[in-house]
């Protein structure tokens, strides 16, 4: 178990903190460790909720690179997030929900075209040829 969580620690880049205490991590430095967690499940399939939330971009461009490892190793992410340049550069496929119901399905680019994703989030009118 111990060779596992070390491997773990390697993976999120926190294993020169392995003796320190969760609590003594940074608020990055945790969110990563919840990932790490997460992984330490063998699940497939990791829920991310709000991983971008609150960490700086140096942080951000770690949690990103973690992800694109995770994804390359089999895992899928599904992710619940605001900052949409984060799933922007990162999500292969976005749903967007507006007051709990599903508005629009696509890939990214689809997404910053789609009207009614414009109108509820930008406040932009959708036009109609």
């Not at 694109?68 to 900052?83: N, Q, S, Y």
């Not at 496929?93 to 890939?107: C, L, Q, S």
Request: charged content about 25%; proline content about 2%; hydrophobic content about 45%.
């Amino acid at each position: 178990m111990q060779k596992k969580a070390l491997e773990l620690l390697h993976l999120v880049n926190l294993h020169e903190k392995a003796h320190a205490k969760a609590g003594s991590l940074s608020y990055g430095q945790q969110k990563l460790l919840e990932i790490a967690r997460a992984v330490a499940t063998g699940a497939d399939l990791l829920l991310l909720d709000e991983p971008a939330a609150g960490v700086n971009r140096t942080m951000l461009n770690h949690i990103i690179d973690l992800i694109k490892k995770l994804r390359a190793k089999g895992k899928t992410i599904f992710i619940v997030e605001h900052d949409m340049g984060f799933v922007m550069s990162l999500c292969q496929e976005v749903i967007v929900m507006d007051y709990g119901k599903e508005i629009a399905i696509g890939t990214p680019q689809e997404i910053q075209k789609n009207p009614k994703v414009l109108e509820a989030y930008l406040g932009l009118k959708a036009t109609h040829n």
